[in-house]
Each structure stands twice: as C-alpha cells, then as structure tokens.
C-alpha cells in the first residue's frame, strides 16, 4: 500500500466533494463494507433484478470480482472526478445492454437497464448506506444533513437511467417507496441462495491463506450477524434466515464498537480498503488521505456532460432501445460481470 506522497490525485471533485453529506456518510467504514453486504442482499428480494443475477451466474462463479466491480462503481460516483463517474455511468449502461431475459414466475421480459430495476438498485444502496451509517456508526443525521443526503441520492441517480422524478426527498417518501415495492418482492429457492451466499460473502473478500482464515471467519460471522440484525422480520422470514433480538442487539454493539475503532485510523481504513477492493482503493485513497485534486471543483451533471461531451443514460438507453427494435442489437446476451468499469493506471 502506497503511501500519503504517492497517491495519485483525482482531476477534479467530481460531483459531491469535502462539504456533501455523501462524503461524510460514505466515507465512515461502515458504508463499503457492512452498508454494500446489506444492499446486495436486499436487492435480491425484487425478482426481475435476482433473474438477470441468475441468469448471468456472476454472484455465483465470480463473487469477489463481482464485489470489487461493485464497490469499485459505488465508490467512482461518491469520490470519483467528473470524468471517471461520466465514464463509469457509460460503460455500465453498455454492460447493462446486454442483460435481458425472461423471469420465470411471471414470464414477462427483464431489462437490466430498466428505470425501475435501475431505481431499485439505487435505492437499496443508499438507503442501506445510510442505515448501517446510523445504526453501527455515529447515529442519525441532523435534519438539514438528511435532507442534502436525499437531494444529493437524486444527483447520483442521474448516472443510471433511472427517472429523477421517481427519486424519494426524505425518509417518509423512502418509506413510501419500500412499501409500494413490498408487494412485488418474492422470495423464491433462488433468492434464498443468493441471499445466503451474500450473507456470507465477507470472506471472499479476504486473501485466502491460513494466516488471514481466523479474521475471514470472524469477519464473514460478524458482517452475517450484523446485515441480518438490519433486516426487518418479514424480510428475514421471506429469505430463510432467522436470528433473535439478543443476538440483534449483541452485534450492533461489537460491530459499532468495531467501525468506530477502524474509523480512528486512516491507515486501518486504507489497509482494509486495499485488501478487500483492490479496484477502488485509487478512488477513496486521495479522499481518506486528504489530498487535493488538481482541479478543486464540484460539478453538476448537466455542467460535466455538456462540458465533456456525453449524453445522459436516459439518453443513451433510448438509443439502445431504439437499436434493439431495429434487431441491430441482440435481443438477450449474458454479461457475467466480469468486464471492466473503469481502467485504473
């Protein structure tokens, strides 16, 4: 691991920068370790997003790289400059392209780039971000900050081709959203194998060697625990897991005790960043270690593509579909999550 002289700076702020709430919330340890375990899994429950997941076997044969892809996106649009984040939303939605089938219970098409699937992943992670910020990290933010926090989950939906409009405000109308997805989540022999081998995925992320097995165990025990204590009940009976309150309750303590350890040191956040996400440690090394970027400026969407030269994923989905009419796209491909999204020197 570099140290502080070497770590490359970004090229400008990108889109949220030191004074968001995003980066104060983000940047605690629970938000790409505990936060993104809790949102893979409940994103599992929507049954047109476990059918592509399925069908392109990328949680199944390639875990690790499907987890550091992830996180390494995740990270991009939170840390990232402008042109990584406008480069990133592109190749996601040409990756995206390629996902499309059929879900089996209701026979009817799934399109990965679909708005709705696309506003469903958006969500879970925000929102789950921001849960696992509050109850394993410092607690709950001021209303003002909870209020930027939402503003700010709409400016990051504008990279995905997700309806702005569509985007909660608050937490009331993130609850509203929960409840009118809950009648359309299912939970079927797939979903609760999916949802048990993510429940149990923080090991992967761990060199595997006997030196490093005690902590894997520990860590894949504890993160288990810890994203289960967060699920509501009906939810955990819908994916066959099941755990007591004591248990909740334990948990939360030794994990908030944990995060509030590693959140002290830059170096231990840097060093579990580095072992766990190879891929997005360059995103949040020149953010933990404070170093400027060239170009110390926050864009906007709409100032950064115009300014670029790129068009919006609303945009360019339309373009795709409009392709796909005409057959000069395939009607469904198989992405397994194994292509790049960003290409770090």
Known sequence: ????????????????????????VFLYP????????????????????????????????RPALRYDRTLQY??????GDSVSVLKASDILVKIHSKITGTEPISGLRYDANDPEAQLWIHLTAWHSVLY???????GKLSPEEERQYWVECARAAQ???????DVPCSRAEMRAYYARMRPILTATEATQQH?????????????????????AKLTQTLFRKGTIATLPRWMRKMGGVHQSPVTDALVTVLLRATFRLVAQSVAAQRFLIHTAS?????????????VAPKNPVVWTPEAARAHH????????????????AEKTLPEHAAADGSAPLLPFA
């Open 195 to 215: 949802v048990e081998q993510l429940l149990d995925s923080a090991s992967t992320l761990l060199p595997d060697s006997a030196l490093w097995w005690p902590v």
């Open 74 to 79: 995740m990270a991009t649009v939170t840390f």
């Open 309 to 324: 030269g790129t068009v919006r994923p609303t945009d360019q989905y339309a373009q795709i579909r409009a392709a796909r």
């Open 278 to 290: 190879p891929l997005t440690a360059p995103i949040t090394d020149p953010i933990l270690c404070a």
């Open 30 to 61: 629970t938000a790409l370790s505990i936060g993104f375990q809790r949102t893979v899994v409940t994103e599992m429950y929507e049954p047109f997003l476990l059918a592509s997941v399925n069908d392109t076997g990328a949680v199944s044969k």
């Open 132 to 138: 696992t910020y509050e109850k394993f990290g410092p």
């Open 159 to 165: 990279f995905q081709t997700i309806d702005i409009a």
């Open 1 to 24: 691991m570099s140290n502080h002289d070497t770590v490359v700076p970004h090229e400008d702020y990108g889109f949220f920068g030191p004074d968001s709430v995003s980066w104060k």
